[in-house]
């Protein structure tokens, strides 16, 4: 999706998600529901949405270059996935010759049950994209309002009509409910709170693998090998926020056990340093929604803190001398309100298995999806 650190792509999508007000005015109807998609496996769709009123799925690709024959190859699968649907490809600019073969193949195919939208960005939108990639990572969400100043954000460069006017779909229109006897369903509605209350953290707007039995919720930390993970209520009753590092980031995890006092001091009394995990460990609260915003607001203590390291904007060989000068600390409802567990308890449970993290998980996806694919 980006190339050589560049997050334009993402930050385009996010920006369409939850910012852009030109939709309906674009193409005709509103989108619902959107979501944006982790990119794994063969699986590549950017954003997906329903349009209520027609019961249809809306499923986006977003290239910020010009449009080409590998992304026509996506956009076919996309179509032999969802053949009742609305599909919108967005790209720098497009050759007719290649939204002809478009045509032609789905004339071909019989997609009579596809409306296709063909949209362009604009260059000045390019630039500002640009600039956003440059900031500061927790920076960027909140300046993403420059692309609202931008007329002609995108244009319909080529539509293709295939539904009648009146044809209704069978899409599930309603917004998602969650089962809480379920980890999978736990795990999805914890991201929504984490989304509500921290939207700068870009990793928080893409759905996440789902796994029925997993209790954990992992999210990248914005550095390879180096993840996030909380849980609501783990398979030992436990409820957490914690840093997991991989072994192959056991350097990075001891330089910051060596501050291991400053980061009581500035994120939570309460942490714990064991096993490449720096976490915070309590007893799950009443009910699911009280455990889940006191994930968050440890969570955001946790980005505050940690992320400038891995964005680059800190060095952490500066910790001390920045903190022999400070002696601030932390005053929040999370210190009184909470049962920490046992030290026995955290200790059993820190000794478990090392995990994947959610770029090696991805990896190994993708690795498996592609044996049985190509093994022909």
């Given amino acids: 999706m980006s190339k050589k ?36 496996a063969n699986n590549n769709i950017d954003l997906s949405a329903v349009s209520i009123i027609r019961k249809l799925g809306i499923y986006m690709e977003i290239q910020l270059t010009k449009a080409n024959k590998k992304y026509l190859g996506r956009i076919k699968s996309m179509m032999i996935r969802y053949p009742e649907s609305v599909i919108i490809w967005v790209a720098r600019s497009f050759d007719i010759s290649l939204l002809e073969d478009l045509d032609d193949w789905m004339l071909k195919h019989n997609k009579q049950y596809i409306d296709f939208y063909a949209l362009t960005i604009s260059e000045e939108a390019m630039k500002k994209l640009h600039s956003l990639n440059q900031l500061y990572k927790l920076d960027v969400y909140n300046k993403m309002d420059v692309l609202n100043d931008i007329s002609n954000l995108l244009h319909v460069e080529y539509k293709l009509k295939n539904l009648h006017p009146t044809h209704c779909g069978g899409v599930a229109i309603e917004p998602p409910t ?6 999978d369903d736990i795990k999805k509605a914890l991201l929504e709170v984490l989304k509500k209350r921290m939207p700068y953290f870009l990793n928080f707007h893409y759905r996440k693998k789902a796994n ?59 942490i714990c ?12 609260l009443q009910t699911y929604e009280e455990t889940f915003e006191q994930i968050a607001e440890i969570f955001e ?14 060095d952490i060989k500066v910790i001390r ?56």
């Fill in 5 to 40: 650190g560049s997050n334009k792509e993402a930050i385009f999508a996010i920006y369409l998600k939850d910012q852009y007000k030109g939709r309906k005015e674009l193409l005709d109807f509103e989108l619902s529901n959107i979501v944006l998609e982790q990119r794994h």
């Fill in 178 to 183: 969650y089962d809480f006897s379920r980890p």
């Fill in 212 to 270: 029925l039995y997993d209790h954990v919720l992992t999210i990248g930390s914005g550095r390879s090998n180096i993840s996030y993970r909380c849980s609501a209520k783990n398979a030992k009753s436990l409820a957490f926020v914690e840093l997991y590092f991989d072994s192959s980031r056991e350097k990075e995890y001891d330089e910051f056990k060596k501050v291991e006092q400053t980061i009581r001091q500035k994120v939570h009394p309460h």
């Fill in 273 to 284: 340093f064991e096993n490449r995990r720096i976490g915070v460990y309590f007893q799950p």
């Fill in 301 to 314: 203590r946790f980005i505050q803190f940690f992320s400038p390291y891995f964005y680059g904007r800190n």
């Fill in 321 to 376: 001398e920045q903190e022999e000068n400070s002696t601030e600390t932390i005053q929040s409802a999370i210190l009184t309100r909470l049962d920490y567990s046992s030290n026995r308890l955290i200790e059993d449970f820190m000794k478990e298995e090392t995990f994947e993290t959610e770029e090696s998980y991805r990896i190994r996806q993708e690795e498996v999806a592609d044996y049985f694919i190509y093994r022909y």
